[in-house]
């Protein structure tokens, strides 16, 4: 038979600017469902608008017009059956030349196709002709898409932005992590369809999962069990202790692309290693990819609550230091997606921002992820949704009830806490740097009467009836217990704090005051006693003392390289009365010192740009094994690596010189990691334009 069709053009550039994808690429077409793009024609002789022609999509090993995953659409337009999926559809484009044989057609792939890469073929009544082959995404600008997110100054955030920030620290001080999403680099492409062709759920059914990605609720799902390596090929080994030599330490990692790039390139190996941050920022760099908007957010204070009681059990030995199988973490990160939940038949209540948490802690329905939970389900307080909604409401809700142990094994309750869990819930805010708290969509205002009935209700939904809030009521205080800092907590210097107590009771109180410092590893699991000093006290009724505490640089200093944070707690017991105990503690994340960089001179695409980068050794004896590292998107296409830093002498200035070539206009942030002996992994970053 006659061959019909010359030549085909996908029109990369146009079809991709219009689709908004052209930071990827220009070299394949890739669009967004329910929204057209063109396609030229050119046949071998003038045709005319009603000659039949026909296109057709496939995606998936077993491509079926029933399950979505196949369409076949043209002129003569065909007869559908009532169980045919995800209809494409094309009209001809007034840009055609009949005449000449130039044929343009409009495509539009429906608002619900399944994501992925789809072969594209034509058929004449003479032949069938494979034209190549297209990435079709999710839309969040379609109305008509389940991820349509209405104001484009959120698009522009959630989906295009490339940088952001990810909180970490504690509630009274959250320091922002620069983070390189990375999510239009090239190769995001074949890893990202890579890790849908090789979750569980394909390996298992390769149609069904396929036909399932039309929905970003079951797709969000699958990239959430993906991210981490429990249970599947998934990218991040997560470890929270111990040896990291075998892999990379979490908080060296600045950015997703490498993650992902040495997961791709190494046959879907897990990397090593991640923890909550680094598997959130991976997960936000997947979803801003496939086009669910997305955003990190992290939860000071966070609770795990490990048998869904929504409370957090916490032990306190006789030296004040902190035991227990619960925990509440200083802070945890998860991501949030933005999608409809037309599955929980509630209408459109639950629709909106849903927390996604890739780090591996409980099951889910036998597997390693969490959500998406409505976030205003978890404000609702209705614990029994989909997905994962007890747990996640106890991370921001959960009371705290706080034991003494004695040596011989007697434990007594000291106290419940009913506000210190979920505070300063944080993300980056939309078009700056700045932090926006977003706590007030997660839960009312703590101790108000409506934030104590929201817990209510969630326990009842969660133990079907059940109600502790009676055990969480206490008797008013006798002696008021806080800490206070004398100055700014500097990593390097001296911690000075102030521990005051208030005599409220009517009889003069001789406290025995136990302090205890412990490093901490950041998801509340101490790692190393730093000192523990104990002093008596005589109180007045209604004195108000204040014991100064000081815990020197030379203390600290071995254990906390490896540690995120201190925890400084005081136990006071009543020497008249030993079982009347007090207890108060806080946190502290020490602050590094900065790490500057500059851009030497203008910077241009495709030409030699030059960054300064420049750190001072604050301290009075030398660094050792100082390394390097800057990433940033469109100007490095792996890690640049300076390893061979000499040692830094005390008290004296490290300059380096970095050259790189960038190869992607635009505003561009450059993120620089710093690793010595003293101070582990400081953070800098230069935000600039580079002109075409």
Not at 87 to 113: C, F, H, Q
Not at 409 to 435: E, P, W, Y
């Amino acid at each position: 038979m006659a061959k019909m069709i010359k030549k085909v053009d996908f029109h990369c550039q146009s079809n991709n600017s219009a689709h908004r994808t052209i930071e990827i690429t220009t070299e394949q077409l890739i669009v967004r469902r329910g929204q057209s793009f063109l396609l030229t024609l050119e046949m071998v002789k003038p045709v005319r608008a009603h000659d039949p022609l026909a296109l057709i999509v496939e995606t998936g090993p077993a491509p079926s017009e029933k399950h979505g995953t196949r369409s076949e659409f043209g002129n003569p337009s065909p007869m559908y059956t009532s169980d045919v999926k995800a209809i494409w559809k094309y009209s001809t484009d007034k840009t055609s030349n009949l005449e000449r044989g130039i044929m343009t057609l409009s495509v539009t792939p429906p608002a619900d196709a399944p994501v992925g890469r789809y072969s594209l073929s034509a058929k004449t009544l003479s032949e069938r002709i494979t034209l190549g082959t297209l990435v079709v995404l999710f839309n969040p600008w379609c109305s008509d898409d389940w991820v349509f997110l209405p104001d484009e100054r959120e698009r522009q955030e959630y989906v295009m932005n490339e940088q952001g920030l990810i909180y970490t620290g504690t509630s009274r001080y959250a320091h922002p992590l620069d983070w390189v999403f990375g999510q239009f680099e090239e190769e995001m492409v074949d890893i990202c369809l890579k890790m849908l062709d090789i979750n569980p759920k394909y390996l298992r059914d390769p149609a069904d999962d396929v036909s399932a990605r039309c929905n970003p609720i079951y797709v969000s799902r699958v990239v959430s069990a993906m991210i981490n390596s429990n249970g599947d090929r998934g990218v991040l080994v997560g470890r929270w202790s111990g040896d990291y030599s075998d892999g990379v330490r979490p908080t060296h990692w600045i950015g997703s692309v490498s993650i992902l790039q040495r997961w791709y390139q190494n046959n879907c190996n897990p990397v090593k290693y991640g923890q909550c941050w680094v598997f959130a920022g991976v997960m936000c760099t997947v979803m801003r990819f496939l086009g669910i908007p997305c955003r990190v957010v992290t939860n000071f204070q966070s609770a795990h609550d490990t048998n869904n009681s929504l409370t957090i059990d916490e032990y306190y030995n006789d030296n004040g230091a902190t035991e227990g199988k619960d925990s509440v973490w200083n802070f945890h990160v998860w991501t949030e997606g933005w999608m409809k939940r037309p599955d929980l038949k509630k209408g459109n209540s639950f629709d909106g921002w849903q927390v996604l948490d890739p780090t591996p802690q409980e099951l889910s329905d036998g597997v390693y992820c969490c959500g998406p939970a409505s976030v205003k389900g978890i404000l609702q307080g209705e614990a029994h949704l989909k997905y994962d909604m007890p747990f996640v409401f106890a991370e921001v809700n959960a009371d705290i009830v706080k034991w003494m142990v004695t040596a011989r094994g007697l434990k007594k309750k000291m106290h419940s806490d009913t506000k210190t869990v979920g505070q300063n819930i944080s993300t980056k805010a939309v078009g700056s740097n700045m932090r926006n708290d977003i706590t007030d969509s997660y839960k009312h205002k703590e101790g108000s009467a409506k934030e104590r009935a929201i817990f209510r209700r969630a326990l009842n939904r969660v133990n079907s009836g059940g109600d502790q809030e009676g055990d969480t009521r206490d008797e008013p205080l006798k002696l008021e217990m806080k800490f206070k800092e004398e100055t700014t907590m500097v990593n390097g210097q001296d911690i000075k704090l102030q521990l005051t107590l208030g005599n409220k009771d009517r009889t003069i109180k001789t406290m025995s005051i136990r302090v205890n410092a412990q490093a901490m590893m950041y998801n509340g699991k101490p790692a190393n006693n730093i000192q523990s000093t104990i002093q008596e006290k005589t109180i007045l009724p209604g004195q108000e003392v204040i014991l100064p505490i000081q815990i020197p640089f030379s203390a600290y200093s071995k254990f906390m390289a490896n540690c995120d944070s201190m925890k400084v707690s005081a136990v006071a017991t009543d020497k008249q009365q030993e079982d009347d105990i007090y207890e108060t503690e806080t946190d502290i994340s020490l602050e590094d010192p900065s790490i500057s960089i500059k851009v030497l001179g203008e910077a241009r695409v495709f030409q030699t740009l030059t960054l300064e980068v420049e750190f001072k050794n604050p301290l009075n004896e030398k660094l050792w094994n100082c390394s390097l590292t800057v990433i940033g998107c469109g100007l490095f296409k792996s890690d640049y690596v300076e390893s061979n830093v000499k040692d830094l002498e005390p008290n004296s200035t490290l300059r380096l010189r970095v050259t790189t070539m960038p190869y992607k206009a635009g505003i561009k942030t450059v993120v620089a990691d710093f690793d010595c002996s003293a101070f582990r992994d400081v953070k800098g970053s230069c935000t600039f334009q580079i002109n075409p």
